[in-house]
């Protein structure tokens, strides 16, 4: 059976760890505690019945009851199985930043530290260069920079081929206008 633990919001890790040193002291039938990732306020626990659930979080700090209601392991699957998504950025490609504090930013990609989940960017409207470190989840690629290189390879192949005559360009040397000086003819 799993029950869902109401704790004080942000001391997740100290309830966790508090229920886990009485659990372990009192030789209760818990089987596992969780703490996912992105719930905030919660632990699951699973244990054989609700008295060895009740006898491990009580008259513990930072906790503040049992839910009422025992949930199934496919309710909460999503929760506690890491998905892992495939990261899909390179160096040198221009994000956009969609989480706060630099939200809608454009950005060019430094480095990527994929154990981390981070990505290190640097504003492209900032004056000076300086290097930002983002989750990878607060950034959406926008431009590849091996797509612009080829981009830029085609123009400069296309400029290569219009401009292709080897010819001078023509100067008209009969001009006998002034000779563009800062002092006019007729001073």
Request: aromatic share 6%; hydrophobic share 35%; no cysteine.
């Amino acid at each position: 059976m799993i029950f869902i633990i109401k704790v004080t919001t942000n001391k997740e890790d100290r309830a966790l760890e508090l229920i886990s040193v009485k659990i372990h002291k009192h030789q209760l039938q818990v089987y596992s505690l969780a703490r996912p990732h992105g719930l905030r306020g919660y632990i699951f626990l699973e244990a054989e019945n609700r008295e060895s659930a009740e006898e491990a979080a009580y008259n513990l700090p930072y906790v503040k009851g049992i839910v009422g209601k025992t949930v199934e392991y496919e309710e909460i699957k999503n929760m506690i199985e890491p998905v892992l998504e495939e990261i899909n950025i390179e160096k040198g490609d221009i994000v956009e930043i969609i989480g706060e504090p630099f939200k809608k930013e454009k950005a060019k990609v430094v480095r990527i530290d994929k154990t981390k989940g981070e990505v290190v960017v640097t504003l492209l409207a900032a004056v000076v260069p300086i290097p930002v470190t983002v989750k990878l989840d607060n950034v959406k690629v926008i431009r590849r920079e091996k797509d612009e290189e080829g981009k830029e390879n085609e123009e400069n192949e296309e400029k290569e081929e219009i401009s292709g005559s080897d010819e001078e360009p023509k100067i008209n040397k009969d001009y006998n206008g002034s000779s563009g000086g800062l002092i006019p003819d007729d001073y």
